[in-house]
């Protein structure tokens, strides 16, 4: 099992940046994949970013490219996401997620909240 947990979440103004935490726990070295996902309320749940480990790759949601960036810490037990000129629409609840196999989630954080506005 993996536990992850987010952080850094809060109210910003538009055009602020923030960054996004994610730490995971449990048995780290099954991890193949880690993302960022996002749900605004009526909204369906968005993939916003995620790291495949075994290709060593990237992807952005065109929705975000740009403006977001996801990185690891050496040990990649932590992923972040940076956050910038974010809007209004960015509003939403952020989940980090992890899985054994790329494209596969097999585990969810409790999100961490984001709202933007002035």
């Known amino acids: 099992q993996v536990q992850l947990t987010e952080s850094g979440g809060g109210l910003v103004q538009p055009g602020d940046s923030l960054r996004l935490s994610c730490t995971a726990s449990?048995?780290?070295?099954?991890?193949?994949?880690m993302g960022w996902h996002r749900q605004a309320p009526g909204k369906e749940r968005e993939s916003l970013a995620s790291i495949n480990f075994i290709g060593d790759t990237t992807y952005y949601a065109p929705s975000v490219q740009g403006r977001v960036a996801i990185s690891t810490n050496n040990a990649k037990n932590t992923l972040y996401l940076e956050l910038n000129s974010l809007k209004p629409e960015d509003a939403a609840m952020y989940y980090c997620?992890?899985?054994?196999?790329?494209?596969?989630?097999?585990?969810w954080g409790q999100g961490t909240q984001v709202a933007v506005s002035s």
């Open positions: 449990g048995r780290t070295n099954t991890i193949a994949v």
């Open positions: 997620a992890a899985g054994d196999s790329p494209g596969h989630y097999n585990y």
